[in-house]
Each structure stands twice: as C-alpha cells, then as structure tokens.
Nanobody, 124 residues
Framework: QLQLVESGGGLVQPGGSLRLSCKAS????????IGWFRQAPGKEREGVSC????????NYADSVKGRFTISRDNAKNTVYLQMNSLKPEDTAVYYC?????????????????WGQGIQVTVSS
C-alpha cells in the first residue's frame, strides 16, 4: 500500500522551530517530486514548498521564504520541512504530497499521493 506519513507537528511558541517529516512506504521517493501544503481553518489549501525529484531544485511560497527549508533524504525515503521563526499565521494542517515527475510545483494541488496531514499550531 502506497502511503505518505507526516510527523513532527505540534504546538510551538511564536519564533520557535519545528521540523516536519514525510516518510513514504510502499514506494521509493527517488523519482517523485514532493510538495508541502497547508490548510488553515476556513481557508483553501495552499502550497508552501516543494523539491524536484532530480537535481534538488526547490521552490517556496513568498510567505515562508527565508524561514522554511525543504530537503530530502532518499536513503531514508523521507522529505523534511524545517520551519524556523514560526508565526501564528503558520498555524494550519500541513500535508506532504508526491508526484511521479521531475519538476515540482506549489501553484496547484495536482499530486498523485497525499499524506493524512499533521497539525502545526503556533501560539503563546
């Protein structure tokens, strides 16, 4: 069974950090472009960051540039999202998604596989 499982979410104070992980099972991520998306209550799902399957090129939403870093470890079949300088407006359910492609994108949610999502809450 093909699955993506997110972990690492939780409650953090403004200015704090979290690292989200997205681990694949049932398939290898080597040839998959990976995206991270988030959805806050009452809002549409939005792209946060993504990483190409080959070459490692990355893309970030303007709202997270300079604060978030996406990376992948194909040996561990895992993609990470390091989130620093977190703000209350980063509060959302975060999802990882995989697409059998070289290039990634965050403008649309057109990905083949999705994780179940994990809550990130930034609050004092």
């Amino acid at each position: 069974q093909l699955q993506l499982v997110e972990s690492g979410g939780g409650l953090v104070q403004p200015g704090g950090s979290l690292r989200l992980s997205c681990k694949a099972s049932g398939f290898t991520l080597d040839y998959y472009a990976i995206g991270w998306f988030r959805q806050a209550p009452g809002k549409e799902r939005e792209g946060v960051s993504c990483i190409n399957s080959i070459g490692g090129s990355t893309n970030y939403a303007d709202s997270v540039k300079g604060r978030f870093t996406i990376s992948r470890d194909n040996a561990k079949n895992t993609v990470y999202l390091q989130m620093n300088s977190l703000k209350p407006e980063d509060t959302a359910v975060y999802y990882c998604a995989a697409n059998l492609a070289v290039r990634c994108w965050i403008a649309t949610t057109n990905y083949d596989y999705w994780g179940q999502g994990i809550q990130v809450t930034v609050s004092s």
